[in-house]
């Protein structure tokens, strides 16, 4: 082979060579295809072809899929500034949950990556602790302190998944509405309630307010949980 064949063919090789990853430029691609795409647009396969690489050498500075999406979180609350939180317990525990709230709201992919399960952003546990002091501080026991802060995320992302449900609706509004259009006055003799309301059910639901909500659901998880234990569970 002559010596222009063999540069040829080390050119050729080079060609297809994956470059040496940079792990900041990894992270900021996933995060990027997150933001833009959502959570099914991204896979190992994905960011290794955005930065000319292969997903065996992603494997390199991850274990896998997950890895990847924990260090995409890590540093996302962090970059956000902590709110002038109240000294009173009730109103730290209102004002902290109206916050992870809003935080949320902002950042909407976070929302996916944190339905997968145990995936979490470590600079955000402040509002987990936070949270969870200010439940005691109220007068719930650790136990209750933490079902009070699965209660309060529950809350959290289903409103907001649901926010985001109806903006998607409403970028690409369906040709009929179902709900609560669909209840008419044949509907009054088995849904009596609702068939007098259908009419301002968008109206009453245009006034929703959050904090309001937030506010309604920590007073009744404070109640029941400072309750005597021979007080006995108001009926349902």
């Keep these: 082979m002559s010596g222009a064949d063999k540069k040829q063919a080390a050119g050729r090789r080079s ?100 339905a997968l399960g145990e995936l979490t952003d470590r600079d955000a546990l402040w509002i987990v602790e936070e949270i969870l002091d200010c439940a005691q501080k109220c007068g719930l026991s650790p136990a209750r302190a933490v079902r009070a802060c699965w209660t309060i995320w529950q809350y959290i992302y289903g409103d907001l998944i649901f926010r985001r449900a109806a903006a998607r609706r409403a970028e690409h509004p369906p040709s009929r509405h179902y709900f609560p259009e669909m209840v008419t006055e044949e509907d009054a003799e088995e849904l009596p309630r609702l068939t007098a309301i259908k009419d301002q059910w968008r109206a009453y639901a245009a006034d929703y307010s959050v904090a309001d909500e937030l506010d309604a659901i920590i007073e009744g998880l404070i109640r029941r949980g400072t309750r005597g234990p021979d007080e006995p569970a108001l009926p349902s």
């Design 15 to 114: 060609v297809g060579r994956p470059r040496r990853l940079d792990p900041d430029t990894m992270v900021a691609t996933a995060r990027r295809i997150l933001e833009e795409e959502g959570l099914d647009a991204l896979s190992m396969r994905r960011v290794a072809k955005e930065l000319g690489s292969t997903p065996m050498a992603l494997y390199h500075y991850v274990r896998d899929k997950d890895e990847l999406l924990m260090l995409t979180l890590s540093g996302t609350a962090g970059a956000l500034p902590r709110p002038e939180l109240p000294e009173d317990p009730r109103a730290r525990l209102l004002a902290v949950s109206v916050h992870a709230h809003e935080i949320l709201r902002r950042i909407p992919w976070v929302l996916d990556v944190l």
